[in-house]
C-alpha cells in the first residue's frame, strides 16, 4: 500500500485529526480507529502508562516533516489519529 496516497485519500474524504493534542483528544475518547506516529513524536504521551490498548498505533518511519509531507501538509506532524477512514484503505496498515 502507497502510505501516502492512503493518507491524502483518508484526509480527503474521510476524518483525519492532524497533531499530537488531537491525537490524544481522539485516542481518549475513543473516536479514533488508528494512530500513526512518526519518529520524531515524543512516543512516551502514546506509548506510556497512558497508553490506549484498543487502538492501533502504525509507527511510521519518517520525521514529522516527511509525514506532513506525506499528507500533503506544509507543516510537521508528529501524529495524526484516523477518526474516519472514508475511502481510504488505510485501516488495514500493519501496526506493531
Known amino acids: 500500500m502507497d502510505l ?3 493518507l491524502k485519500v483518508a484526509l480527503q474524504t474521510g476524518k483525519v485529526r492532524i ?5 490524544l483528544e481522539a485516542a481518549s475518547s475513543r473516536a479514533a480507529k488508528l494512530l500513526i ?3 520524531s513524536c515524543p512516543e512516551k504521551k502514546l506509548t506510556g502508562p497512558a497508553r490506549f490498548d484498543r487502538i ?3 509507527h511510521y518511519e519518517g520525521t514529522a516533516v516527511e509525514l506532513g509531507a506525506a499528507c500533503g501538509k506544509p507543516f510537521p ?6 477518526v474516519d477512514a472514508g475511502s ?3 485501516l488495514s496498515l500493519e501496526t506493531g
Open 4 to 6: 501516502a496516497h492512503a
Open 88 to 90: 481510504s484503505a488505510i
Open 37 to 39: 506516529v512518526a519518529s
Open 19 to 23: 497533531g499530537l493534542t488531537q491525537s
Open 56 to 58: 492501533p498505533i502504525y
Open 77 to 82: 506532524i508528529s501524529a495524526l489519529a484516523i
